[in-house]
């Protein structure tokens, strides 16, 4: 596995290994890699020929009051995993490599950005990935790039800027890994400490009973986000939305008649987490 840090260096390699026949995958991180991660990454190695995972803590996408200086870093032990994985090449580029000086462009998807993670972060947080991504888009000409479910609104942009902007690449989004006891895999799991890391495991137990109920037939969003609400309230866990929205509009949904998302955010302990359970309109 090869690590570079600039964009010459990336499109180089890249122009060669079309040349030589092969699609490329583009697995995009900030970093500090777990399950989750690497499930991506070896989705990336068993459809694409040259396997590029991009390390960039992207300041763009973290408000003032959010953990850009703290945001876990150790490319140290991420190059080793990712070379693990038989990841081809780590592009780790420093912030000015992506953004240089006069940089004056920002892509703002609409509608989509302003409501769940868009509202509780600011709408400039999805600016900041859809800008961010489509920089590695233009850098890398990925044929696929894989994104993680847990973060469901994210792969609801960036399916977004790739449709509105005719962007030549396939988004694979790849299911939400789990700790043992449900918890969604996450870099900001390192911040929990033991309480909270017990009192996390709310999250999905509360999408969880969510969804046996409306496995049980119910359609009404108030008893599926009742079942939900429930179980954070045993764990004292006031979400910052608990919600229920269409899947692919993002719509809030009252009466469930094709596929929903159920998403959650909460802080807990010193992390903030998000997780989400797809309920099927045909269960
Ligand atoms: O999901 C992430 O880690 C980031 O939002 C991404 C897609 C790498 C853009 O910075």
Redesign the pocket.
């Known amino acids: 596995m090869r690590i570079l840090r600039t964009i010459a260096e990336v499109r180089g390699t890249v122009r060669e290994a079309r040349t030589a026949g092969q699609s490329v995958g583009l697995v ?3 970093g500090a890699f777990h399950e989750g991660h690497l499930s991506l990454m070896r989705a990336a190695r068993a459809q694409t020929g040259l396997v590029v995972v ?1 390390l ?3 300041p763009t ?1 973290f408000a003032a009051n959010e953990d850009l200086s703290t945001y876990p870093r150790d490319e140290a032990r991420d190059a080793g995993l990712a070379e693990a994985e038989g990841v081809d090449i780590l592009f780790a580029p420093e912030p000015f490599e992506i953004y240089p000086d006069g940089f004056a462009t920002s892509i703002h998807v609409s509608g989509i950005t302003d409501v769940l993670d868009g509202a509780s972060r600011g709408a400039h947080h999805f600016d ?2 859809a800008t ?2 489509t920089k ?1 888009f233009g850098i890398v000409r990925p044929d696929v790039a894989y ?2 479910q847990k ?1 469901a609104q ?1 792969v609801l942009v ?1 399916r977004r800027v790739v449709r509105d902007l005719d962007l030549d690449v396939r988004i694979e989004a790849c299911p939400i890994v789990r700790e043992p006891d449900g918890l969604a895999m996450s ?1 900001r799991n390192v911040y929990l400490d033991a309480d909270a890391r017990a009192q996390a495991t709310a999250l999905n137990r509360a999408l969880d009973a969510a969804a046996a109920v409306r496995r049980a037939g119910e359609r009404d969003a108030d008893g599926i986000l009742s079942a939900a609400q429930a179980v954070l309230a045993e764990e004292s866990l006031v979400p910052e939305y608990l919600e229920l929205r269409d899947a692919e509009t993002l719509h809030p949904v009252t009466r469930i008649e094709r596929d929903a998302l159920l998403l959650v955010a909460a802080r807990v302990g010193a992390a903030r987490l998000i997780d989400n359970h797809i309920l099927k309109g045909d269960a």
């Open positions: 995009p991180t900030m991009s960039f803590v992207n996408q900041g990935v961010v991504v590695l994104f993680g973060d994210q960036v870099s």
